[in-house]
Antibody, heavy 124, light 107 residues
């Protein structure tokens, strides 16, 4: 069974840092591109970052560029999100999601599996 | 960056109704359009990918259509368990933005 389990969320003061983790099981993690998506309370989904299978290239939403860093450790089946200079508007549930590509048309990609999310609250 | 616009923002329908949700991209994204269902307090779940390709294991009453800039998610016969918020998302290139969501309620 495919599982993605996020951890590392919590309460942090504005300007602080936090590292989120996402542990994968039930599939060959190193074969999949990964993403982070967040959802502020009562709001919609916001894609924030992508990492390829080999850790290059990396992509970020403008809202987090320069403050957040995505990384992965394929030996540990783990994805990470290092968050610095946190702001109140970063308060959200953070989801990791694995990206799959269609077997017949690999240009078609989608977020196949999602974790349950971890809540980050930025407040003094 | 590609912007995704969904309509309507909310929708109320009766059990058994045919329901359609629209999604428009700010530029052509070919068939790189996915639909997700999110129930209250849960993670999103993939329904449709590649605009019309059905994700195995999902209910067959869900279908998708469209290409280029205009897309539609259709529920052929609404069921109680379909109460959720639905999101479109493009996967043409990063940033992989989502629509604002359509909250579906039962009359």
């Amino acid at each position: 069974e495919v599982q993605l389990v996020e951890s590392g969320g919590g309460l942090v003061q504005p300007g602080g840092s936090l590292r989120l983790s996402c542990e994968a099981s039930g599939f060959t993690f190193s074969n999949y591109e990964m993403n982070w998506v967040r959802q502020a309370p009562g709001r919609g989904l916001e894609w924030i970052s992508y990492i390829s299978k080999s850790s290059s290239p990396l992509f970020y939403a403008d809202s987090v560029k320069g403050r957040f860093t995505i990384s992965r450790d394929n030996a540990k089946n783990s994805l990470y999100l290092h968050m610095n200079s946190l702001r109140a508007e970063d308060t959200a549930v953070y989801y990791c999601a694995s990206m799959r590509r269609d077997g017949y048309n690999p240009l078609l990609s989608y977020f196949a599996y999602w974790g349950q999310g971890t809540l980050v609250t930025v407040s003094s | 960056d590609i912007q995704m616009t969904q309509s309507p923002p909310s929708l109320s329908a009766s059990v058994g109704d045919r329901v359609t949700i629209s999604c428009r991209a700010s530029q052509s994204i070919s068939s790189n359009l996915n639909w997700y269902q999110q129930k209250l307090g849960k993670a999103p779940k993939l329904l449709i990918y590649g605009a019309s390709r059905f994700q195995s294991g999902g209910p067959s009453r869900f279908s998708g259509s469209g290409s280029g800039t205009d897309f539609t998610l259709t529920i052929s016969s609404l069921q109680l368990e379909d109460i959720a918020t639905y999101y479109c998302q493009h996967s043409y290139d990063a940033p992989y933005s989502f629509g604002q969501g359509t909250k579906l309620e039962i009359k």
